[in-house]
């Protein structure tokens, strides 16, 4: 799992592009004399998109997504010390056009996961095609599959102290995520040991995406910051 932390909005201009998929890294094919169609070639293996390096582009692209909820729209603001609550990773995940981007979005004081999303590469835009806004939830690439943690917590437990963890796992099947693998860890047992739970045979919904086109930071604009 690798985690990321939140990018100041200083380092933003040096990159247009960032997030765990490949955006705007894409390049299509010189079109040929007659009818065969353009080429759209695929960014190189593991190659990280140029978004994922450039969190206020990241950002605005999320914020563009009617998709997401209007919470976390709203929320994804910098935070106090000019940084972006955003975590990425990028892997293949879909087998699209580039690098499929993870984007995390967390709460600027603790770092807390609140939601997770998979933003697919087509033709050098981007999709969203899973979206877990039931946090604590944070999300990686792992070998070609997407993993999604949620920390457990009881009612009346503090924030840091979860007493659980339930970890699934999922892959791209004809279009749409499903659930390959599940496992929970309870840190209360003696020796806290992942054990198999049962998954869901249905495939994950897909969030209602739009087509978004990645833009330069010069071009987002945001409201103004929070102290959250």
């Known amino acids: 799992m690798r985690r990321i932390a939140p990018i100041a909005t200083a380092s933003a201009l040096t990159c247009a592009c960032v997030v765990a998929a490949g ?6 094919g010189a079109r040929r004399e007659g009818p065969a169609p353009s080429v759209t070639m695929k ?5 990280d998109p140029a978004i994922a390096a450039d969190p206020a582009a990241l950002a605005g692209m999320v914020r563009r997504d009617t998709s ?5 729209r709203e929320d994804l603001t910098p935070c106090r010390d000019d940084s972006y609550p955003l975590d990425t990773d990028a892997g293949d995940l879909t087998a699209g ?11 600027c004081g603790e770092g807390i ?3 997770a999303y998979v933003y697919r590469m087509v033709g050098g835009k981007y999709r969203c095609v899973f979206a877990d806004e039931r946090g604590p939830v944070y999300g990686t ?15 009346d437990d503090p924030v840091a102290f979860p007493t659980g963890e339930d970890a699934v796992t999922y892959s791209w ?7 390959t693998a599940r496992f929970f860890t309870d840190f209360a047992a003696a020796s806290p040991t992942p054990s198999p739970e049962p998954t869901s045979t249905e495939p994950v919904p897909m969030p209602k995406s739009a087509l978004l086109d990645p833009e330069l ?12």
């Open 113 to 115: 996961g609140i939601a």
């Open 173 to 179: 099947r004809a279009g749409h995520f499903v659930q």
């Open 43 to 47: 960014a190189p293996p593991g190659a």
């Open 68 to 72: 997401v909820s209007a919470d976390v």
């Open 141 to 155: 690439v792992d070998d070609g599959r997407l993993e999604v943690v949620h920390e457990v917590y009881p009612s």
């Open 217 to 228: 930071p010069s071009r987002a604009a945001f409201p103004a910051r929070k102290g959250h």
């Open 23 to 28: 955006c705007g890294t894409t390049l299509t």
């Open 97 to 107: 056009d580039g690098p499929d981007l993870v984007v995390n979005i967390t709460t």
